[in-house]
């Protein structure tokens, strides 16, 4: 019945949006949605984004204002994987959060709006240690591993299927706390961790308006966040604005619910970092609301993350054939681009990235091909050191889950290890005929790669009970 009634309502709502969205390309009758009352009733639970996406509209004019990194940066360099053996296996520790076997493995069949169909809801607790699932979870979705590795964080439904709810469990599985999603008279539709104390969460109000706020997912007490900073930017119609394209908020901007869903606070609440007019990004300090730094990006970038100490912000920009990486100080002072893919690999696009727990790498997915990269395509690991600035590639194709079930998951990815010392991702296993996929984990020092599991999908990694 759950599946039957969640199936219906994601119909439904693909319907609605597909609507909205013609609506919305159709200047004489669209409607005008920036003078909305907020709707304090708002009962939108997570809806699917529209069909036909708004094409990329940047030109090459649309430049970064910025420093380029003071000295040469490092040439790419390349470190292959090797596939170790059965008898041989890395030292893993910790407990891995997996997605539940997939209903289906025919990955060439596809729902009306281009999506796989293959994700079963649910989850479970996987001990590296001994190699024993501690605990399943049958009906969670969209789960997130706190930063420190101690909480997950999942949502869930009452036996209705209409009322939402956040459960915190620990690394063993425990139940830590559970509670409805409806506060303050409106269901919130997403959320992030901000910090390993804090979850952010974000309620629509009407057709684009969104409250944001922090909750302490321990003691449910909660504050609204400042959205209205000094110029923020406010898109007209969300639907043919690339501002969605930030997608540090990932559920939002799927939905293209970017007003006050692109402000992006540091793990610290201490600096702030928003869209302006004309493609400008802002980092303010928070206390004394003063501009430490700002650049203009194409389309005001994409992806904007702070490192896990909160002492850096990356984001990518894509300029001529390339998405370069950017990054600025806490403390303010020019956005220096710190890689050169556009001279060196001709072609380069990024479709995701994470920072390591120490805030010394990045994780990034690369794809040096020619074309736009398609939902479900795989790209090259590739590692970056942020002081030295090298990347090396790791030769080996691997996919972000989100890239083709972005409903389900929403995590970035890939997913380092508690320690920093490895990286787990998802492969398939015939790029051109994909049948079945692995997660697999590799240690980027040595390039040794291990097969964890068969068609699941990761979703974090836990420090050890």
């Given amino acids: 019945m759950f599946g039957i009634k969640r199936f219906i309502y994601f119909v439904c709502m693909m319907v609605l949006l597909t609507t909205i969205s013609s609506c919305a390309n159709n200047p004489e009758s669209a409607a005008t949605d920036t003078d909305l009352p907020p709707n304090e009733n708002a009962d939108l639970l997570f809806t699917p984004s529209p069909v036909n996406t708004p094409p990329h509209t940047s030109t090459p004019e649309e430049m970064v204002t910025s420093t380029p990194s003071p000295e040469p940066l490092p040439t790419v360099k390349a470190q292959c ?43 479970y607790f996987f001990n590296l240690n001994n190699k024993q699932i501690i605990k399943s979870i049958s009906d969670g979705l969209l789960e997130q591993v706190s930063p420190d590795g101690k909480y997950l964080a999942y949502i869930h439904y009452d036996s209705s299927g209409d009322k939402m709810f956040l459960g915190i469990l620990d690394n063993n599985g425990k139940a830590v706390n559970d509670f409805s999603l409806f506060i303050d008279g409106g269901w919130q539709d997403y959320y992030n961790w901000q910090n390993s104390e804090l979850i952010r969460i974000v309620a629509t109000r009407g057709a684009v308006k969104v409250s944001s706020r922090f909750l302490d997912p321990f003691t449910k007490s909660h504050s609204l966040l400042k959205t209205d900073w000094n110029d923020t930017y406010n898109p007209a119609n969300p639907y043919v604005d690339n501002v969605a394209d930030w997608k540090f908020d990932r559920r939002a901007t799927k939905t293209f619910n970017v007003y006050g869903a692109n402000i992006l606070y540091d793990p610290t609440l201490t600096r702030v970092v928003y869209p302006k007019d004309d493609s400008v990004v802002s980092l303010v300090d928070v206390e004394s609301e003063t501009e430490l730094a700002s650049a203009k990006f194409t389309d005001w970038g994409r992806i904007p993350s702070w490192s896990p100490n909160g002492e850096y912000l990356t984001i990518l920009n894509h300029e001529g054939n390339a998405d370069e990486f950017y990054i600025v100080s806490k403390d303010g002072g020019e956005f220096q681009r710190i890689t050169n893919f556009a001279e060196e690999l001709g072609f380069a696009t990024i479709t995701d990235y994470t920072w390591s727990p120490d805030s010394t790498l990045i994780a990034f997915w690369l794809n040096t091909g020619q074309d736009e990269v398609a939902d479900g395509e795989q790209s090259e690991l590739a590692i970056m050191d942020v002081s030295s600035k090298q990347v090396t590639r790791l030769c080996i194709q691997g996919i972000s889950t989100n890239a083709y079930d972005p409903w389900t998951m929403l995590h970035p990815e890939p997913v380092w290890s508690p320690d920093g010392k490895y990286i787990m991702f998802t492969q398939w296993d015939d790029v051109d005929n994909p049948r079945n996929f692995y997660v697999l984990v590799v240690d980027p020092t040595t390039g040794e790669l291990e097969n964890i599991s068969q068609n699941t999908a990761p979703i974090g990694w836990m420090i050890a009970p």
Avoid: C, H, T, W
């Fill in 81 to 123: 994987v090797n596939d170790i053996s059965e008898s041989q296996k890395l030292d893993l520790q910790g407990v891995l959060v997996l997605n539940r076997p997939y209903k289906q493995v025919d990955f060439q069949a596809m729902d009306e709006s281009g999506q796989y169909q293959a994700f079963d809801y649910g989850f």
